[in-house]
Structures are given as structure tokens and as C-alpha cells.
T-cell receptor, first 111, second 113 residues
Framework: GQQVMQIPQYQHVQEGEDFTTYCNSS?????IQWYKQRPGGHPVFLIQ?????EVKKQKRLTFQFGEAKKNSSLHITATQTTDVGTYFC???????????FGTGTKLQVIP | NAGVMQNPRHLVRRRGQEARLRCSPV?????VYWYRQLPEEGLKFMVY????????ESGMPKERFSAEFPKEGPSILRIQQVVRGDSAAYFC???????????FGQGTRLTVV
């Protein structure tokens, strides 16, 4: 079945440093979504990318969808302590739109 | 516009009892997903339902687990004869259809004692 892997699994950064997480799917995706889960909380939808090579920005967050629609990245510029949490990518594919979540990257920001 | 509502938020069951987890999707959303999450781990897909239909239950154990999304009322995830290994957070998410992000409920934390 479809697998979605993320690297790294964990990342500790000093506040102000940049952070990037990478997402790779074993199959071609129709779209990719990104979610953030704060400690003890539930996943919150951040954004969706649909087009090959698409790039979207939300303030300090930049999301990219690969040309082959099998990988994606999330880059955070100048991290803040409010960025702490686990970031999941999630891919949709197949005729019935099953959403498969990646393994997640846990970000810790050191003040 | 209320988000996804899950109840109960916390559920304690003794081994062998039944657990019923409820999920009311966002109004107008016809797609519901259930995920299970162990502490410090990712989201494991269990089942994907559309109104009155199970679309994909490949992530759900064939024994003791069942899910439904009736025409009226919430989606129910039912776990019969719970065991300690069923202890986890169970999240429900809904969406209006593809392509669209999913909105998650706050989860039900199930503890089996």
C-alpha cells in the first residue's frame, strides 16, 4: 500500500534558526496536505498543494510540492517557540481519495 | 459553525468491555476518517467512510473493531472486548470531499485498565 515517509523524525533548533521537513511518497499523489499538531493537541490543517511544482507561503512557512508529485517540503524561516509541535504531511491518491499521513517531524525550538 | 465534535474526550474501560467513540463531522461534510495515535507516534489510518458507506477499512483490525456513519447522526467507532493495547488517542476527521483538507476533532483518549 501507499507509504508516506518524513525526515527528519526529530529536529531541535535554536530560536531564530530555519527548519525544513521533507515528505516522500511511494506513489504519485493527487494532492498533499500539511498539518501541525501541538503537544497534547489535535492535528490542525495548514495548507493543501495540488499542482506539480507548486509553492505556497504562509508568513514564515513555505510549502513546496515536487514536480513528480511524490515529494513535498515545509520550510520555516526564523523559528519561534510557537512553532513547536509535530508537522505531518498527508497525501491523497487513488480513486476514493484516501488520506495517508506521513510519519511526522517533531520540532523543538530552544529559546 | 461548529468544528468536528468528538465525545467523550476521555474514556476509561476495563478489559473486556465495549468502547463507543462518537464523531459529529463539520456540518455539510460527508467524508469521515478515523485515526489512532499512540503517544509520541504518528497517525495510523483506520477507516474512511462516506455517508452510510465504508470506503476503506484497511487500517482497522478485522476483529473487535467496527465503524459506521449513518445517514442521520454521528459516526461511531466501536471497539468490543477492549484490551490494554487498545489504549490510545482516537481522532476523527471530516472533509467535504477531495481535494480538501480534513478538519480534526479533539480526539478521544481511551484508557483500558
Amino acid at each position: 500500500g501507499q507509504q508516506v515517509m518524513q525526515i527528519p523524525q526529530y529536529q531541535h533548533v535554536q530560536e531564530g534558526e530555519d527548519f525544513t521537513t521533507y515528505c516522500n511518497s511511494s506513489t504519485t499523489l493527487s494532492n498533499i496536505q500539511w498539518y501541525k499538531q501541538r503537544p497534547g493537541g489535535h492535528p490542525v490543517f495548514l495548507i493543501q498543494l495540488v499542482k506539480s511544482g507548486e509553492v505556497k507561503k504562509q508568513k514564515r512557512l513555505t510549502f513546496q510540492f515536487g514536480e513528480a508529485k511524490k515529494n513535498s517540503s515545509l520550510h520555516i524561516t526564523a523559528t519561534q517557540t510557537t512553532d513547536v509541535g509535530t508537522y505531518f504531511c498527508a497525501g491523497q491518491s487513488g480513486g476514493y481519495q484516501k488520506v495517508t499521513f506521513g510519519t511526522g517531524t517533531k520540532l523543538q525550538v530552544i529559546p | 459553525n461548529a468544528g468536528v465534535m468528538q465525545n467523550p474526550r476521555h474514556l476509561v474501560r476495563r478489559r473486556g468491555q465495549e468502547a463507543r467513540l462518537r464523531c459529529s463531522p463539520v456540518k455539510g461534510h460527508s467524508h469521515v476518517y478515523w485515526y489512532r495515535q499512540l503517544p509520541e507516534e504518528g497517525l495510523k489510518f483506520m477507516v474512511y467512510l462516506q455517508k452510510e458507506n465504508i470506503i476503506d477499512e484497511s487500517g482497522m483490525p478485522k476483529e473487535r473493531f467496527s465503524a459506521e456513519f449513518p445517514k442521520e447522526g454521528p459516526s461511531i467507532l466501536r471497539i468490543q472486548q477492549v484490551v490494554r493495547g487498545d489504549s490510545a488517542a482516537y481522532f476523527c476527521a471530516s472533509s467535504p470531499g477531495s481535494p480538501s483538507g480534513a478538519f480534526f476533532g479533539q480526539g478521544t483518549r481511551l484508557t483500558v485498565v
